[in-house]
């Protein structure tokens, strides 16, 4: 395999930083869920944890180097996720938090990021937008912007979850992955074509939020001027090159999927698994249910990457009549 930006020896270190209460999550098969959808579903589930999504197995490398390093202050940008995971981790190291986020991100992304004792701005804008302003600020304070996927922090520590899945690899045959910025992606993709090049990596992103998965599937940087998806953890605009980069070396494939499908993978969620999913968390449901041919009798993982809903929205989106 050609080089991604990524190193298997950095990524097994990680570990040894990341709180433990992140790490080792469930992967379990979940047979409830397969006779609707035609094949053996696994579920990695990685919200069980302080921050529900797996952003802080990033962000505690990354707070753990500026701890180290005796830096006082950090900002990032972020749809509620990583600007929890950074408040949980920073916190616990000493470190002054600033997150920039939309001012229309879910709510209760916003109050836990509040609670967690970090420094919140909002903008009126989109996510692209609260980047731009994280960048403004770090330039002006001079302290460290986290910039999720293109900080390789963010994306090694997503990759501890592929160490975890290619120990059980022999048990099933394609993994399937949110695609937002693509740190999870890169991640997992990196260390699964690694250690387990036998898997299938596909990547997973709304229609309505697509320039990641036309930038791959054209070898290029596709951005779009607006994004229009209940999926707020994966709806950016302006994919990065150098991860890209990363994940053109690592994915097999990259699909988009409806939001009724989006929908309907959280009802069976609830239904068929008693999880509470954010929209993100259920693309690799969506992505079975619009080709149940493809996966057809195969054993497949989806990643449940995050919890974090607005419940008003949930109960809205969940008790909707499914697609026909």
């Not at 988009?256 to 009802?267: D, F, N, P, Y």
């Not at 999913?277 to 195969?298: C, N, Q, T, Y």
């Not at 990457?305 to 419940?311: A, F, Y």
Request: hydrophobic share 50%.
């Amino acid at each position: 395999m050609q080089e991604t930006r990524l190193d298997t020896a950095r990524i097994r270190a990680a570990r040894q930083v990341i709180d433990p209460i992140f790490l080792d999550t469930p992967l379990y098969r979940c047979e409830a869920l397969e006779p609707a959808l035609g094949c053996m579903v696994s579920i990695k589930l990685e919200t069980a944890n302080p921050v529900r999504s797996f952003k802080a197995r990033g962000t505690e490398v990354v707070a753990g180097l500026l701890a180290g390093s005796g830096s006082p202050a950090v900002v990032c940008a972020s749809a509620g996720n990583l600007g929890q995971a950074l408040a949980w981790s920073g916190r616990g190291r000493g470190l002054d938090v600033t997150v920039v986020a939309s001012r229309f991100a879910t709510v209760a992304k916003l109050d836990r990021i509040r609670a967690l004792d970090a420094r919140l701005e909002l903008v009126d804008g989109d996510h692209e937008l609260a980047r731009e302003r994280a960048a403004d600020i770090a330039r002006r304070d001079g302290i460290r912007l986290v910039e999720d996927s293109l900080d390789i922090e963010t994306c090694e520590g997503a990759a501890t979850i592929g160490l975890e899945l290619a120990a059980a690899a022999a048990s099933f045959d394609a993994v399937l992955i949110a695609l937002g910025g693509g740190a999870l992606a890169t991640g997992v993709g990196h260390v699964l074509k690694a250690c387990a090049p036998g898997v299938e990596v596909i990547c997973v992103q709304p229609l309505g939020a697509p320039a990641m998965t036309r930038s791959w599937r054209g070898r290029r940087v596709v951005t779009t001027d607006s994004t229009d998806t209940i999926a707020d953890g994966v709806a950016g605009r302006r994919p990065i090159a150098a991860v890209l980069d990363d994940l053109l070396l690592v994915a097999d494939d990259a699909v988009l999927v409806r939001e009724a499908s989006i929908t309907a993978g959280m009802r069976m969620l609830l239904q068929h698994a008693g999880l509470v999913v954010e929209p993100s968390a259920a693309l690799g449901i969506a992505a079975i249910l619009e080709d149940r041919e493809r996966f057809a009798g195969r054993h497949v993982v989806t990643i449940v990457c995050g919890s974090n809903v607005d419940m008003d929205a949930y109960h809205r989106w969940v008790g909707a009549a499914p697609p026909p």
